[in-house]
């Protein structure tokens, strides 16, 4: 496994059929968005991590039992700026411009922080849009991948950040995201987006916000998880670091979960835990009376420094475990009742049977794992309630997230197709895997030339209207 060779610069690639070995099921008709890092080196600087790399979206259409491919710069203006003069414009999430003061303390902090969508993809409303952790998604046409431009809120928020994984409400298929608000006064606020306008759910002052890149919703729920790795507001809106390094561990600190009635919006309860670290949610749900909720947690925020270029690029980084926690939480008597490890191995990039269990009980995850190498090298398939599970290996591959599509005319959870981009680093190629979830076994592999940019996160559309 050569993984080094996924952190370097990638080209656009214009749409081509992939080779096609096995059969893709009649029933699977789709687009797969995914989007990460694909550029990291310009002539005039190079970003020090892995979440700095500009924002390369890639697009799988699945139809008639054959895959075509093709990819595109999200052209965000921290991107074009950056093309431009061939060093970056904008605070990345590490990685500085080198801005003097002067132009710091006279720059809005929505102006001086990046515009890279570089994160994650959504739909919102009939936009498709990719997101980063500021507050301005990127509209992107779903067929040429051409940047259409900034999604507008048409309402009066100014929030600093937004996580980079809402949630879609049960009900009504809206968004629903956490954002932040820092001044003196600072706040966690909840909101949902309809026609354009963000409508506050539920507001909660706080001293010093964590980072936040996920949140957990169930049924009646919804959980900030205030992790240790703090910010303090006024520091980050004229301090001279990049994003993620005004954030400090703050050891012997709690890790609190704050409870919101998602009706009402108001606060159910604080819940405190012994001190651990998140990127992803895996799920949330109500059990009688309690909260179940499941992570990857780490024992602290150490994960962000591995994450830098300098190690990634290594023949053997230094990447901490992330382990598959189960947290029960009694919002009535406001204590944890339990916290454990369901499994002993090292798991990333979650994701479940989204649209029919979200913020409901539920049986399987799916993630990446690493296995005595230096990378991600199999995905596995957990069964959160019996702690059994399977993988899916290929020889000299990485995979990417996986991302469960439920059959139309079967019921069962895991009754689906996990799609997972493998990379192959000894024959160079980059290839979409149908996986049968029910058996973790191959359906079929599309495959293309070159090593097309690893991503961090997708969304599977059946059709986008
Ligand atoms: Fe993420």
């Known amino acids: 496994m050569n993984h080094q060779k996924l952190f370097k610069n990638v080209d656009e690639q214009e749409p081509t059929i992939c080779t096609t070995i096995g059969d893709i099921p009649s029933w699977l008709t789709g687009n797969l968005y995914r989007i990460g890092p694909g550029k990291f080196d310009f002539k005039k600087q190079s970003v020090n991590h892995w979440f700095d790399g500009m924002g390369l979206l890639h697009h799988f259409h699945i139809e008639n039992g054959a895959v075509r491919y093709k990819s ?35 720059t809005r902090f929505n102006q001086q922080f990046t515009s890279n969508t570089m994160v994650n993809i959504s739909k919102l409303d009939r936009d498709m849009i990719s997101l980063t952790e500021t507050p301005q998604p990127i509209i992107f046409d779903k067929d040429t991948l051409e940047t259409i431009g900034p999604y507008s809120f048409n309402d009066e928020f100014q929030y600093n950040l937004h996580t980079a994984h809402p949630h879609k409400d049960n009900h009504d298929q809206s968004m629903i995201n ?19 306008q963000r409508q506050l759910m539920s507001s909660l002052r706080i001293q010093k916000p964590s980072y936040q890149h996920s949140f957990a919703m169930t049924e009646n729920y919804l959980i900030i998880i205030d992790t240790p790795f703090k910010v303090t507001p006024l520091a980050i809106r004229f301090g001279t670091k990049s994003f993620i390094n005004h954030f400090k561990w703050h050891k012997n600190t709690p890790t ?21 670290f998140m990127f ?22 150490t994960i962000i420094d591995a994450l830098y270029l300098d190690n990634l690029r290594k023949g053997m980084p230094d990447i901490p475990a992330g382990k598959l926690k189960r947290f029960i939480l009694d ?25 029919k269990y979200n913020g409901k009980p539920y049986s399987w995850a799916y993630a990446l794992n690493t ?31 996986p991302i469960f599509i439920q059959h139309p005319a079967k019921n069962d959870e895991d009754d689906g197709i996990i799609l997972s981009v493998l990379f192959n680093t000894k024959t160079n190629t980059t290839q979409l895997h149908g996986i049968d979830a029910k058996t973790m076994s191959n359906k079929f592999t599309s495959t293309i030339r070159g090593l097309r940019g690893y991503t961090l996160h997708g969304q599977f559309f059946k059709t986008v209207s």
């Open 72 to 106: 595109k710069f999200i052209n965000s203006p921290a991107y074009n700026a950056a093309e431009k003069n061939q060093k970056l414009c904008f605070r990345e999430f590490a990685t500085d411009p080198c801005a003097t003061l002067f132009q710091r303390f006279f």
């Open 178 to 196: 956490l954002g932040i608000r820092m001044g003196r006064k600072t706040y966690y606020e909840f909101f949902k987006v309809r026609n354009n």
């Open 256 to 276: 609190i979960f704050h409870i919101f009635n998602i009706k009402t919006g108001k606060k159910q309860c604080t819940i405190k835990s012994p001190p651990f």
């Open 280 to 301: 992803h949610q895996v799920n949330a749900f109500e059990k009688n009376v309690t909260i179940v909720f499941d992570t990857i947690a780490f024992k602290n925020a």
């Open 331 to 355: 919002p009535k008597t406001h204590q944890m009742i339990s916290k454990k490890t369901l499994l002993n191995e090292s798991i990333a990039l979650p994701n479940i049977n989204y649209k």
């Open 371 to 401: 296995k005595k190498t230096p990378f991600f090298n199999r995905i596995i398939k957990i069964n959160v309630e019996t702690w059994t599970h399977k993988f899916y290996e290929k020889e000299d591959c990485i995979p990417s997230e």
